[in-house]
Nanobody, 119 residues
Framework: QVQLVESGGGLVQAGGSLRLSCAAS????????MAWFRQAPGKEREFVAV????????YYADSVKGRFTISRDNAKNTVTLQMNSLKPKDTGIYYC????????????WGQGTQVTVSS
């Protein structure tokens, strides 16, 4: 089993930046695709970004493209989400998720970290 722990959430004004981190343990990190999801109040969880085993397998939701950057450090078993030009609509709980590269199902999830963007 894989354990994921997010950190870096907080309160920021619109236009500001935050850097989220996710530490993974209990698995072979380099073989997993790592992703970020978020859930706004009263809404369902939505996809934000994913970084596969290889850099070419990197994708972003249209709503964050050009503002967010996902990266991974296999040596440290971490994945990071750099969020710039934040908007109030970015507010929500951000979750780190992992899946086997051969699967489309995200089997492992972190507890989430709160991101609040004020206007």
């Amino acid at each position: 089993q894989v354990q994921l722990v997010e950190s870096g959430g907080g309160l920021v004004q619109a236009g500001g930046s935050l850097r989220l981190s996710c530490a993974a343990s209990g698995g072979t990190f380099s073989t997993y695709a790592m992703a970020w999801f978020r859930q706004a109040p009263g809404k369902e969880r939505e996809f934000v970004a994913v970084r596969g085993r290889y850099s070419i397998n990197t994708y972003y939701a249209d709503s964050v493209k050009g503002r967010f950057t996902i990266s991974r450090d296999n040596a440290k078993n971490t994945v990071t989400l750099q969020m710039n030009s934040l908007k109030p609509k970015d507010t929500g709980i951000y979750y780190c998720a992992a899946r086997k590269s051969s699967s489309t199902n995200y089997e492992y999830w972190g507890q989430g970290t709160q991101v609040t963007v004020s206007s």
